[in-house]
């Protein structure tokens, strides 16, 4: 006899925005939850209270709703819909979150905690969430985009997604899906002069500006999601790497890091440390 199938409820987002209570952080992070998350509140706190007050800032037309599983874009369905609950059966509609204009110019994002159900996955997808609200609002430091294209420029091997990859490579008229440059080579301190301009001289005579501000800003919200999953919780460099694009090397990733730590020093409690750990 074949197993009868989980009916899950589904709820316009619109509507969960209207009828559930909002909350804010310690730290000004506008939030709420909704369903049966699956997401212990201390959890939730932890997370939430990582993002420094100086990015909360440019956050304040936003809020975050932490919910079971928002749902795909259907044809048949105008509202963007979300799970009650969830269901294996939602594994093939549900999405790691939806944007949502509300009412008086706020924002809604509603992220689906049972999709991303592991601390790691659900803290990340949070982070660059905030990370590209922060980005659209404020821009990239002059700072952050000279350290980021000097590394380019560098022939640094590596970024840190898929979308800085890609656009890294168009600015400097390559394929999108190039293979790594390869590294250039070792030198000592007597020739690092020249190296320098041996890197200069292979640029190409015109870069493509739009894709390299594409660049500089996806590598710019990728860096702020890695520091701020940083100050949450403790991870491997390794568990940044996917399959599409080659990792950024860790010294480059430390340097990125180290500069978005002093744009936005870490809220009291939270701390951001970069260990190295010897071969064996």
Request: with cysteine; net charge negative; aromatic share 10%.
């Amino acid at each position: 006899m074949a197993a009868t199938p989980v009916v899950v409820n589904q709820v316009a987002a619109t509507q969960i925005a209207h009828d559930t209570e909002v909350h804010q952080s310690s730290n000004g992070v506008r939030f709420a939850t909704f369903g049966e998350t699956g997401l212990a509140a201390p959890d939730l706190d932890r997370i939430l209270e990582a993002v420094p007050s100086a990015i909360v800032a440019a956050l304040q037309a936003n809020t975050y709703y932490f919910v079971p599983a928002a749902l795909r874009e259907d044809a048949t369905k105008n509202p963007v819909m979300v799970a009650t609950a969830w269901s294996d059966e939602l594994s093939d509609t549900a999405i790691c979150h939806r944007n949502v204009e509300l009412d008086s110019g706020r924002h809604g994002v509603f992220i689906s905690t049972r999709l991303l159900n592991d601390r790691f996955a659900l803290s990340f997808e949070f982070f660059i969430n905030v990370a590209h609200a922060f980005v659209d609002k404020a821009g990239v430091p002059a700072s952050f985009a000279d350290l980021v294209w000097k590394q380019a420029l560098d022939n640094l091997r590596g970024e840190t997604s898929l979308d800085a990859w890609e656009s890294r490579n168009l600015a400097f008229g390559r394929a999108p899906n190039s293979q790594p440059e390869e590294p250039a080579p070792r030198r000592t301190r007597a020739f690092a002069h020249s190296a320098r301009s041996i890197n200069a001289a292979a640029e190409p005579a015109i870069i493509d500006e739009k894709e390299r501000g594409h660049y500089i800003e996806a590598a710019f919200t990728d860096a702020i999601a890695i520091y701020l999953l940083s100050l949450a919780m403790d991870f491997n460099y390794s568990d940044l790497r996917e399959r599409d694009y080659p990792l950024i090397a860790p010294i480059a990733l430390a340097a990125r890091l180290r500069h978005i730590a002093e744009l936005f020093p870490p809220n009291p409690n939270y701390e951001f440390a970069i260990k190295y750990r010897r071969r064996a």
